[in-house]
């Protein structure tokens, strides 16, 4: 069975509270859930990781070589600037998508720019929250 990792950056946490107008009020819990299901459907096991600190993040995506198949992650703000998550993705060679919840390409300028995108198989930005269960269907396609 493929394993999978849902790795969630900085303010995620907050979906569903911080600014709906451009997230929504699905909360983190209730993405985390519709994951879960729709991973049962693709006899995939999905795990999940959120934080706010990016070294956090880095480590927990070194922990996934030889542990995980794929990374589904939303950097959160992390993917505008840390190349320290670049070096990460890059290091463990895995596929990863990358998520935004929001059109970042509509938003400020300094959001137009993934500077994670060369580490990852693909990128899913704007969707909404569909956008989780979208790389969850690519990467166990893979």
């Known amino acids: 069975m493929k394993k999978i990792l849902v790795l969630n950056g900085p303010n995620v946490n907050m979906i569903g509270k911080r600014e709906p107008e451009l997230y929504g009020t699905t909360t983190m819990d209730d993405i985390n859930n519709l994951i879960r299901e729709e991973a049962k459907r693709l006899n995939v096991e999905v795990d999940f990781f959120q934080s706010n600190c990016i070294g956090e993040m880095i480590t927990r995506i070194q922990e996934c070589l030889g542990t995980v198949d794929g990374i589904v992650m939303n950097p959160g703000g992390y993917g505008h600037y840390a190349y320290a998550l ?57």
């Open 86 to 142: 670049l070096d990460a993705l890059n290091a463990v060679a895995l596929p990863c998508i990358e998520v935004h919840i929001s059109n970042t390409h509509a938003r400020e300028e300094f959001r137009h720019h993934s500077v994670i995108g060369g580490a990852c198989v693909g990128q899913i930005i704007g969707m909404g929250v569909d956008g989780y269960l979208f790389a969850v269907q690519k990467l166990a396609k893979m």
